[in-house]
């Protein structure tokens, strides 16, 4: 089973995030096999850390518990929230399978939150700056609740784009860039 989580850091937490840098990828290290994406989100001015994004692949709803919630970073207080979904890899890949590569271009998370009928079940036609893209569903996979995607795109209103406007309650967009180790 696939899942989308997203850590939201709380305010004023950098420090604390730098202190815990080693801790948290030894922590990821263990979930190597299992990630389908992973990556820092960033504020307004692209270089203040507001997040992070993890899509991983483990068995059950209480595993993906368990990961999110056993982080380094999570444990210390760093975040203030985790929003975690079940998620379906439609392009079929990690993100290290990303053709355009770990830099060049601007990267963004967008973050659909669902309302109503389900919306942007479909890969887009343009799949070639997509890094990773699915539906956001509830917790016995059954209900759409939204859609997050990892992309390439000139702008955060090009990034925006990637998904149908009126069809969410909101559209969130998060500067983001590939993580892990170098």
Not at 95 to 111: A, H, I, K, Q
Not at 133 to 140: A, E, Q, R, T
Not at 149 to 162: E, G, I, N, S
Request: hydrophobic fraction near 40%; proline fraction near 7%; charge should be negative.
């Amino acid at each position: 089973m696939e899942f989308f989580c997203y850590h939201r850091d709380r305010p004023d937490s950098v420090k604390l995030r730098d202190e815990l840098l080693e801790a948290h990828w030894s922590y990821m290290d263990g979930y190597e096999k299992e990630l389908i994406a992973r990556g820092p989100t960033f504020a307004a001015d692209g270089e203040t850390p507001s997040g992070s994004v993890h899509i991983v692949d483990l068995p059950d709803p209480a595993a993906a518990r368990a990961f999110a919630f056993d982080e380094p970073n999570y444990q210390a207080g760093a975040y203030r929230d985790v929003l975690i979904r079940r998620w379906r890899n439609l392009l079929g890949r990690t993100m290290w399978d990303f053709p355009g590569g770990r830099t060049g271009g601007n990267r963004y998370l967008v973050l659909g939150l669902g309302e109503g009928e389900p919306a942007d079940l479909v890969v887009p036609p343009d799949r070639d700056d997509l890094i990773a893209y699915g539906p956001l569903l509830s917790d016995d996979g059954a209900t759409w609740v939204g859609t997050a995607a990892l992309v390439r795109a000139p702008d955060a209103d090009a990034a925006r784009a990637v998904l149908t406007r009126d069809r969410y309650a909101d559209i969130e967009v998060h500067d983001w860039q590939f993580g892990g180790r170098r």
